[in-house]
């Protein structure tokens, strides 16, 4: 019978007799495992299993079988739609499913506000080439630009976007999806029954019985219900990540000038753009016709960068003057900037972006 523990780094592991497993990587007999700190995994080993470790024990005695239950998955294939709260343990689950099914496995990241292959905002997909304890290491191969921490802005969008990656990208016999955390309400209800429809996945892993009964009829035989582990962030934590990323990012991006009208349409005055037939004020004197933003906000605007009509990367709005911006990036060669809903002040933390109407 299999044991399961959580624990918590930093600390070692080491099996004196018999195997252990984090992540479905296998620890054997006298291998030596080093967890990072403040990282918290699940070990699972045998009876007759003896170990020597200085991790911190969160929880004891489990009976999770999140194993077993992806290992059951694996050896049938076919689209796998991971349905859960916030830090309900969907992105443990990918790593998990990454570990054990790395040859054939294509995951999408659609996580905008917890985003795990890429930056917060951002839609992402990964034909994982090896096995990981951090799935954040592997990358990702292809992206698309949401523009948002929350779908709920645009619901719609959101799962075009993923429709796009899932559509466009190489297929493999396996295809995990890891959804965002917003559970709560009729809209997005309505949101993920739309990803449901779309998909139309092989199995719905759910979190949350109130998730699972919820389900459209004809869905339900296919959801699973795994028991959950409550090990959530606080918000704070969740704020301290992203902007972790942030910084990580584009701690190593460079100045690069462009065109103005690339983003913002043509230059009228030094505050005032011409888009497509309607005004864009940067501020909101008067007289000031169709809608203006202001100038702080837009400066630290997070960017999605295109290239041959694909998304290549994130930049930041470093500074706008006449009919030329400097933007921050860690991409030399583009065709085409595209504007979200988020900007960053200079410690990366986010604000909202609002095109407002002019009064007059």
Known sequence: MKKEQIIQGPCTIKVLEGEARILGIEIQKNDLLTIPSDKTYTLVYDENTRLETDCKKLLDNLNLRWDEIVEEIINTVGVVLLLGNVD????????????LATSYLKIIDADVGQSTLFLPTFIAELKPMR????????????????????????????????LRLYGTTPKERLTVIDTDGWTVGLNSMLHKFELIYTI?????????????????????NKAILLKSVNLHKSRSER?????????????????IKTLSENLLGKQISNILYCAWGEYIQLSDEEPCTDYYIPLNLLKGALLGI?????????????DLKENEITILS???KFTGLVLGYI??????????????KCKS
């Open 343 to 356: 900007s960053l002040n200079d410690k990366f933390e986010e604000r909202r972006i609002r095109f407002r």
């Open 88 to 99: 309900s343990g969907k992105t443990y689950l990918t790593n998990l499913f990454t570990n």
């Open 330 to 332: 860690r991409v030399n």
């Open 306 to 318: 295109i290239e041959n009509k694909k998304v290549i990367g994130a930049a930041l709005l470093d």
């Open 200 to 220: 139309d996945p092989d199995y719905i892993i759910v979190f949350d019985q109130k998730i699972k009964d919820s389900l459209p009829e004809n869905y339900r």
């Open 131 to 162: 096995k990981t304890l951090n799935l954040e290491e592997l990358g990702y191969d292809t992206l698309e630009f949401f523009g948002d921490i929350t779908p709920s802005t645009n619901p719609r969008l959101h799962v075009q976007k993923i």
């Open 239 to 255: 704020k301290a990540n992203r902007i972790a990323k942030y910084e990580r990012y584009f701690k190593e991006a460079k100045n």
